[in-house]
T-cell receptor
């Protein structure tokens, strides 16, 4: 079974530029999550989708971050404009019908804002 | 406290047992998880335990849960150099809340 795919793996941009990340979850997983992991910290949830609807975006900085999950499969996360403090690893995860609500993570996109 | 807390660093010798501890925040957490993160990689789910269980064993891994003290531990038997990584505990309420991670260093 293929895992969660993310691209790009690395991105370097200047502050005030825009950037987008892409995620393809595990086939059949209805729930998709985007996390931000700052160096030395655990992942922090940014947004959770159930199919193509938003379940929780309470920690998403909506003035600069946006996310969508068209057709309930792939998802994109966008930052516009980027700030220095957005430098982090952006992790996508998905979960399916397992009884433990287990989340499976992709390899992440490491963003550096200069 | 309001954070999931973990010790930051643990160093063991190959072949020893490792015990990584975690204190979580909410006694109503339904599931508790252990994830492993190797350098440059995403998080790998190791195991999880339902809140009505005290212990779960899965090959070299043993999870102990003390609900009264809100304490979770992960024991790795016969620790190998390939176990060197950062280990995160997480609790599930409506969403997952992660600790800051424990870096495990296994020396030969």
């Amino acid at each position: 079974e293929a895992g969660v795919a993310q691209s790009p793996r690395y991105k370097i941009i200047e502050k005030r530029q825009s950037v987008a990340f892409w995620c393809n979850p595990i086939s059949g997983h209805a729930t998709l999550y985007w996390y931000q992991q700052i160096l030395g910290q655990g992942p922090k949830l940014l947004i959770q989708f159930q199919n193509n609807g938003v379940v929780d975006d309470s920690q998403l900085p909506k003035d600069r971050f946006s996310a969508e999950r068209l057709k309930g499969v792939d998802s994109t996360l966008k930052i516009q404009p980027a700030k220095l403090e957005d430098s982090a690893v952006y992790l996508c995860a998905s979960s399916g019908p397992g009884r433990g609500y287990e989340q499976y993570f992709g390899p992440g996109t490491r963003l550096t804002v200069t | 406290g309001e954070d999931v807390e973990q010790s930051l660093f643990l160093s063991v010798r190959e072949g020893d047992s490792s015990v990584i501890n975690c204190t979580y925040t909410d006694s109503s957490s339904t599931y508790l998880y252990w994830y492993k993160q190797e350098p440059g990689a995403g998080l790998q789910l190791l195991t999880y335990i339902f809140s009505n269980m005290d212990m779960k064993q899965d090959q070299r891994l043993t999870v102990l849960l003390n609900k009264k003290d809100k304490h979770l531990s992960l024991r790795i038997a016969d620790t190998q150099t390939g176990d060197s990584a950062i280990y995160f505990c997480a609790e599930k309420l409506s969403t997952l809340t992660f600790g800051k991670g424990t870096m495990l260093l296994v020396s030969p």
